[in-house]
């Protein structure tokens, strides 16, 4: 995916710098190195996990990192990161939107493996009985909020002419389709 770019004209090497941190974001998330995810973010960052508290500092951010990104290793689900938009408020202050998925470790994504089509998803009415691939859809991430879809925001800094990320907003969107498969099997609907 090519994100979306606005604001201020910066060099191109500045957009794919951009992009190449994100990615980088990715394969320290993916293969749960604490280290190169520190090393993406500036001494004075602040990140807000997703439902957690602010992490100030690359003190409190490392520790984290150390004590959640190698567990995540073995475990056969994983996420995505791209860039999908990115405004360069100044040549060397931007903002960048994510757009997470979670993906099987072959790379399948899961959305598509566990509901099982390629079109547009179905949406459940309220007196819908819930799909046998809906119900495992939310039950994964019900289970698995760490892989839920995402939408994080970072402000990322230039400096010494290298982007870094300054604070990192982790958010989780609400799935409404699985929260009504689980209010649809809460309330007794049956396949």
Not at 36 to 64: R, S
Not at 165 to 175: E, F, K, N
Request: contains cysteine.
């Amino acid at each position: 995916m090519k994100p979306l770019v606005a604001g201020v004209a910066v060099p191109q090497e500045d957009i794919g710098a951009v992009v190449t941190l994100v990615a980088q974001v990715e394969h320290a998330q993916q293969n749960g190195l604490p280290d190169a995810f520190t090393d993406l973010f500036c001494q004075e960052a602040v990140w807000t996990v997703p439902h957690g508290d602010p992490l100030t500092g690359l003190e409190e951010i490392n520790a984290f990192a150390r004590r959640s990104l190698p567990g995540t290793v073995h475990r056969p689900l994983t996420v995505t990161c791209e860039a999908e938009s990115i405004v360069f408020i100044r040549a060397d202050l931007a903002a960048v939107t994510i757009r997470q998925r979670p993906i099987t470790r072959d790379g399948r994504r899961l959305d598509e493996v566990l509901r099982g089509h390629d079109g547009p998803s179905r949406r459940s009415r309220p007196c819908d009985r819930p799909s046998a691939a809906q119900r495992l859809w939310a039950s994964v991430v019900a289970a698995h909020p760490d892989v839920a879809p995402g939408t994080p925001v970072y402000v990322l800094t230039k400096h010494d002419g290298r982007w870094r990320i300054a604070l990192a907003q982790g958010t989780t969107p609400i799935d409404h389709e699985a929260l009504e498969v689980n209010r649809a099997l809460s309330a007794g609907a049956h396949p």
